[in-house]
Every structure is written in structure tokens, then in C-alpha cells.
């Protein structure tokens, strides 16, 4: 009988030794996140997603509401890019936005304006304000000026139009 209490401990033992540890129970109740698992920065393809998924309204209001407040500015900064990926969005984005967050991406492609003028003149004037993107007086002489160089450059005779606007509009703002 003693031999197998002995063997039973021993037994005991080794199972206990050899269980895989239980790190996933905190007793203080909060979550680990793992060191490898780090958010992955938003994309305009994730915010096309999202828009194809679930429509440009509600995600407007997912990126600017309390769950990811600053999401809707994670957007902007890469419309200010002047990246073509980013500007595709802005027909979806801008029938959606309103008050603030329509300012913003207004001032977004103003500072795109200076990257990526045929980009932005593409979107006037459904989706671009030539009085805000081209005149905006909010901005630095510096940017609104690279912006006025860089509509210059643009000879695209489909654009001609809109340059020729966002022109006049920068002339106005200069007066």
C-alpha cells in the first residue's frame, strides 16, 4: 500500500510540474495585451473596407465618436498626403461630414493641394470647395502659396476648369 501512495505522489508530482502554466487568469482582472500584438495603423483600404461594409455615414461617426475619438483624424492626415488612394475616399467621406469634421477635411485637401494638385482639382467642385481649398485664409502664407505653385503646374485640359477657378480664388485670397 505504501508503494503506491508513493507512486500516486510521485505521480502528482509530475503532472503538476509538467502542466502548462495558466498566465491567462490576472487576478487584478485586466487583460494582457502581447508585446508582438501592437494596433496596426489605419489605411485607406480599412477605411474603404469599412465604408463598402457599413456606409460612409456610420463610419464617419465610428471615426469621430468615443470608441476611437481621433480615428477621423488618422483619415485626414492621410488625405493631407495628396496619396491617390487616400483622395478616392474623399466622394464618400465628404457627403457624410459635416460641421467640424467637414472643415477639416476641407483643410486636409488644402495641404493635399500642395502634394497632389491634380488629385485635388479632380474633386472640385463636388467634393472640394475651391473658396476653402484654394482661399482658405486659416492657412500659412507658406502653404497657401506652395499650394498656388503647385495648381500652376497643372495643365490637364479635363482640369482646366477647376484650376483655372482655384486660381481666381487664390487671387482673392491674396488681396
Given at each position: ?14 503532472a503538476a510540474g509538467c502542466s502548462p502554466r ?83 477635411l476641407q483643410d486636409a485637401l488644402a495641404t ?25 485664409t486659416t492657412r500659412p502664407e507658406a502653404r ?32
Amino acid at each position: 500500500m505504501t508503494v503506491r501512495l508513493v507512486a500516486l505522489a510521485a505521480c502528482a508530482v509530475l503532472a503538476a510540474g509538467c502542466s502548462p502554466r495558466d498566465d491567462s487568469i490576472d487576478p487584478s482582472g485586466a487583460e494582457e495585451v502581447p508585446a508582438d500584438i501592437q494596433p496596426q495603423p489605419l489605411t485607406a483600404d480599412h477605411v474603404a473596407n469599412l465604408i463598402a461594409a457599413d456606409g460612409a455615414r456610420h463610419t464617419v461617426l465610428v471615426l469621430t465618436g468615443p470608441a476611437d475619438p481621433t480615428g477621423f483624424d488618422k483619415v485626414l492626415q492621410g488625405i493631407s498626403t495628396g496619396a491617390p488612394d487616400w483622395l478616392a475616399l474623399v466622394p464618400s467621406i465628404q457627403p457624410a461630414t459635416d460641421g467640424v469634421p467637414a472643415g477639416n477635411l476641407q483643410d486636409a485637401l488644402a495641404t493635399a493641394l500642395t502634394h497632389n494638385a491634380p488629385g485635388v482639382l479632380a474633386l472640385m467642385p463636388d467634393y472640394a470647395s475651391p473658396s476653402f481649398v484654394c482661399a482658405s485664409t486659416t492657412r500659412p502664407e507658406a502653404r497657401r502659396l506652395a499650394g498656388r505653385a503647385a495648381v500652376e503646374t497643372v495643365t490637364d485640359p479635363a482640369l482646366r476648369s477647376a484650376r483655372t477657378e482655384c486660381l481666381a480664388e487664390f487671387d482673392g485670397a491674396a488681396r
